[in-house]
């Protein structure tokens, strides 16, 4: 069974730099997609990142494009969401998904098959 752990989250500063962590244990991590999400207080859940599972494409969501990115280290079964310029507005809980199964980015940003239980990014201004 596949599990997602995220780590990372925090109380930031407004324009300071954050990375997040996930860890995807119980199946081969290479056979994954891995994507980021974030649902802030009263509001819908939002795509954030996803990199494909050869970490040949990455996409990213209109809000963080250009600030935020995200990679993966194979060798550790650990995907990345390093985030910079955070702003307030960024504040949410992050989840990490995955997926196993070869789909468009667009497929991606809509659901992946697989959800942690999410890390608290709290950006003050």
């Known amino acids: 069974q596949v599990q997602l752990v995220e780590s990372g989250g925090g109380l930031v500063q407004a324009g300071d730099s954050l990375r997040l962590a996930c860890v995807l244990s119980g199946r081969p991590f290479r056979s994954y997609a891995m994507g980021w999400f974030r649902q802030a207080p009263g509001k819908e859940r939002e795509f954030v990142a996803v990199i494909t599972w050869n970490g040949a494409i990455t996409y990213y969501g209109d809000s963080v494009l250009g600030r935020f990115s995200i990679s993966r280290d194979d060798a550790k079964n650990t995907v990345y969401l390093q985030m910079s310029s955070l702003k307030p507005e960024d504040t949410a809980v992050y989840y990490c998904?995955?997926?196993?199964?070869?789909?468009?980015?667009?497929?991606?940003?809509?659901?992946?098959?697989?959800w942690g239980k999410g890390t608290l990014v709290t950006v003050s201004s």
């Open positions: 998904a995955a997926d196993p199964v070869v789909r468009s980015m667009s497929e991606y940003s809509h659901d992946m098959d697989y």
